[in-house]
């Protein structure tokens, strides 16, 4: 089975860049997008019944903000769109589905910005999902843009960054905590030293020259990790300024 995840950027937007081409060429059982900026009703149909899948949205109480979708070739036994926590639940930001064998919940994370209250949410938030994965996170996948690069490996300039929203100590220590827990960094634990990026800015050419940032994950629980096979970055799949990132298992 192959999971995919892609932080869009903007649906309506991608879909003018050839998403439907790069999803079809991608074939995988799940995918799982972020940052989707839309209602359903504004998407064309052929967004909404992709041939071959089950397709939920999440879309953000605000319009034209925030936003979580999954499409599935196998229909899930359940599917919950709030975890519990009112803001993260207004902003559409969390798709989760119950499968047979496993559990996957599709996140876009809150990205903390410069302001202490925007960055406040974002860590409140990942203590509140401690707090609720403790409770279960047997046979769990979690995946998305968690908008954090954990260690100096996973950005191209660590240094000018080490007290910039996304690489905080603060921030990276929640990565650190959610491992502690019993989560894999699936990427990591296939490409040990191996320097690759899933989001680059817009500005200074910064794709083109790799400048760029891993704040885009699938954490695997250790009872399910056995199971991956897999784990890899669609670095030369357009559209967003994310690139889809995989797992097979």
Not at 37 to 43: N, T
Not at 118 to 125: R, Y
Request: proline residues 3%; charged residues 35%.
């Amino acid at each position: 089975m192959k999971i995919i995840s892609w932080n869009i950027n903007g649906l309506r937007s991608a879909y003018k860049k050839d998403f439907l081409k790069s999803f079809k060429k991608i074939n995988a059982d799940i995918v799982c997008l972020q940052e989707l900026r839309a209602e359903e009703e504004q998407l064309p149909k052929e967004l909404i019944n992709i041939e071959g899948y089950y397709s939920y949205f999440n879309p953000a109480i605000k319009k034209g903000y925030s936003g979580t979708a999954v499409y599935t070739k196998e229909k899930p036994l359940s599917v919950e769109k709030e975890i519990g926590f009112k803001r993260f639940d207004e902003e559409g930001r969390m798709i989760k589905l119950e499968y047979k064998d496993f559990t996957l919940i599709n996140f876009y994370m809150p990205n903390g910005g410069r302001q202490k209250q925007t960055m406040d949410f974002k860590l409140k938030f990942y203590n509140y999902l401690f707090k609720y994965l403790k409770k279960d996170n047997k046979k769990l996948i979690l995946t998305g843009d968690f908008n954090i690069a954990h260690r100096e490996i996973d950005l191209a300039r660590p240094k000018p960054n080490k007290n910039n929203t996304g690489f905080t100590p603060e921030e990276r220590e929640k990565i650190d905590e959610l491992i502690s827990l019993g989560f894999t960094d699936s990427f990591r634990f296939f490409h040990e030293d191996e320097k690759a990026y899933t989001f680059w800015s817009n500005f200074a050419r910064s794709r083109e020259r790799d400048v760029g940032w891993r704040i885009d994950y699938f954490f695997v629980s250790k009872a399910l990790f056995s199971k991956c096979k897999k784990s890899f970055i669609l670095k030369e799949t357009m559209g967003s300024d994310h690139c889809p990132i995989g797992i097979e298992i």
